[in-house]
């Protein structure tokens, strides 16, 4: 099967995507988002049973790229989409 290419913005919805497949699509997206100058993002995991939300948390606990992390404010999605900093790459001199 062929990657999925998906547009790289400061807003990812993770409706499309498996639980399963969560892990490594944040891993990859930060990635890009980093190297691509995008510091901040919003992540739309939905309000539902509220499962993807805690999964997405935990991933964001652990990665080393996250500075911060909250729900969003009402105008953003509450607490259906998440907030994001990622901590800028040191400079190399």
């Known amino acids: 099967m062929e990657p999925v290419q998906i547009p790289i913005g400061d807003v990812l919805d993770l409706h499309p995507f498996r639980p399963a497949e969560i892990g490594d699509l944040l891993d990859d997206y930060f990635g890009e988002c980093l190297a691509r100058g995008i510091g901040e993002v919003r992540l739309i995991h ?3 049973s509220g499962a993807l939300r805690e999964r997405v948390h935990a991933r964001l606990r652990r990665d080393p790229r996250v500075s911060s992390f909250r729900l969003a404010p009402p105008e953003a999605g509450g607490w259906g989409a998440t907030l994001v ?4 790459p040191e400079s190399v001199d």
């Open 46 to 48: 939905g309000k539902g």
């Open 85 to 88: 900093v990622l901590r800028r």
